[in-house]
């Protein structure tokens, strides 16, 4: 069963649907793609059509490819249609209910093939419920736009046949994926583990550590990452991202770690969405150029720089009777200065690199070291849950949300021992159990194990 499958059933001819139907056929898949609404075929037909062109055009398919990947995928309104298909991939609207009876109805079409849920959010073990042959029915989890996001996520329900999971992780490999296997948990690994990325950010903001354009460029230049959290919520859509950050934490009943941000709930609340309505945290241009310095960091007495270790710099302050300059931390190539002064007025010249300065609110664990420290707690909370290996929970934020290193990788080259340190600070100051280190965290600190291997062997 371990080969990759070749003859594909999609239903659900929407944004999910189609661009699936495009990567199994660019693999050189027959694919047959099934929706209720004529228009959504026709919509998902005239998308592939477009995109393979658009690949054609700048030169990434070759003369006639283009054509051939296409007629490799026939559009329909009947589900008889697949009837012959090995693997059937379900992506219609995000509801268990019409989930569940689409797939009773496709047992009875293709009583061999395997069944896959594209969903996000409903738990696979639930969908199997009442199947005939819950042993053949997996998660496959793609992300947006399928064509482009090299990742998926193979998601093993409690009846999944390790043989029907093999066989999906050899078919997204087929495909030109990275594939990675995951436990049936909600959220999966990407939408478990990115909730603090958001959050973090929200914090931020609340606690007026510095403006929306400034704790965006703050994650950008200094975490290296591509977004900041509030634009990127401005692109995705506040209301899906906060309904995502919502079902999550209802799902793990509260934990503290999944907490939804206030702030967002009340952006929803005036309107403001993000892009697609025109205005979110920024207007529809996106973040505007932050200037430097944010603050005129130059301006004061200069003062001694210290590394961020979690304790604000007040705190540092007081343990050595002299006002510092507390750098957040940053990526080597930051052409930026980060961090903030224990005393306003006072500045970072002393000992600092000629380079601009943004200055932030003074806070135990700054922004930056904060936010990939919250990362790595909830990457690290994911390998003692064993959702997934160390390895593929790493692979899932660098391919899923393109992070520039997974959080394992971050706190592994961090030290363990200064992050769940830098942790405690931050519980400590702030009096906050959101922060408290995870045991995966502090056993990898006490033993000196690294986080990025296999913890269960
Ligand atoms: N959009 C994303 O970013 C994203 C990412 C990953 C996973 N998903 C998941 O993929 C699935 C589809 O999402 P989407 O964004 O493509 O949705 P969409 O609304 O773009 O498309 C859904 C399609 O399913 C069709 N449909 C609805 N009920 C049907 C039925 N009973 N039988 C056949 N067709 C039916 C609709 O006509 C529509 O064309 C959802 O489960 C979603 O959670 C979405």
Redesign the pocket.
């Known amino acids: 069963m371990s080969k990759p499958l070749h003859h594909i059933g999609v ?7 189609a661009g699936i139907a495009q990567v199994a056929a660019q693999a050189g898949c027959a694919v047959t793609v ?4 004529e228009a ?1 075929l026709a919509k ?1 037909h005239a998308g592939v059509s477009a995109a393979l062109q658009a690949a054609h055009t700048k030169g990434k398919l070759a003369a006639g490819e283009a054509q051939a990947i296409l007629a490799r995928i026939s559009w329909s309104v009947a589900l008889e249609d697949h009837a012959h298909a090995q693997l059937l991939i379900e ?4 509801e268990a209910e ?2 569940r ?2 797939f009773l109805r496709l047992q009875d079409i293709a009583p061999h093939a395997v069944m896959a ?5 409903l738990s696979i073990t639930a969908l199997a419920q009442g199947l005939a042959a819950p042993k053949r029915f997996a998660g496959f ?4 736009p399928a064509p482009l996001m090299k990742l998926v996520e193979v998601v093993r329900g409690s009846a999944t046949d390790p043989a029907v999971t093999a066989c999906l992780l050899e078919t997204a490999k087929a495909w030109g994926k990275h594939a990675v296997l995951v436990r049936d948990v909600p959220g999966f690994i990407v939408n478990r583990v990115a909730r603090p990325f958001y959050s973090e950010g929200w914090r931020a903001l609340e606690e007026g550590v510095a403006s929306p354009e400034a704790i965006d460029a703050a994650l950008r230049l200094g975490g290296g990452f591509r977004m900041g959290p509030l634009e990127l919520g401005d692109l995705i859509g506040h209301d899906v991202n906060y309904a995502v950050a919502c079902s999550i934490h209802a799902a793990y009943f509260g934990r503290t770690r999944f907490v939804p941000a206030l702030g967002q709930a009340r952006l929803i609340a005036s309107g403001r969405l993000g892009r697609k309505t025109g205005a979110g945290v920024y207007g529809p241009d996106g973040a505007p150029p932050v200037s430097y310095p944010e603050k005129d960091g130059h301006e004061g007495v200069p003062v001694r720089l210290i590394m961020g270790d979690g304790r604000s710099a007040a705190t540092h302050a007081a343990d050595r009777q002299t006002p510092v300059f507390l750098k957040d931390w940053a990526q080597p190539t930051c052409p930026i200065l980060i961090g903030a002064v224990s005393q306003p007025g006072h500045s970072a010249l002393t000992g600092a690199p000629a380079k601009p300065v943004l200055l932030l609110q003074d806070r135990p664990g700054g922004l930056v070291l904060r936010t990939w420290l919250q990362l790595a707690n909830a990457a690290a909370d994911a390998v003692r849950d064993q959702v997934a290996s160390p390895a593929d929970i790493d692979a899932a934020m660098c391919f899923g949300l393109n992070y520039p290193m997974g959080p394992l990788a971050w706190a592994q080259a961090y030290g363990p021992e200064h992050a769940v340190a830098a942790l405690n600070h931050i519980a400590a100051e702030t009096g906050d159990s959101h922060y408290t280190p995870s045991e995966t965290l502090q056993r990898a600190a006490l033993t000196g194990a690294p986080l990025t291997g296999d913890p269960h062997a």
């Open positions: 239903v659900g001819a929407g944004a999910m649907g099934t929706d209720v609404s959504a998902g992506a219609i609207v995000e019409p989930k009876a689409l849920s594209n969903t996000s959010s989890h793609f992300f947006n």
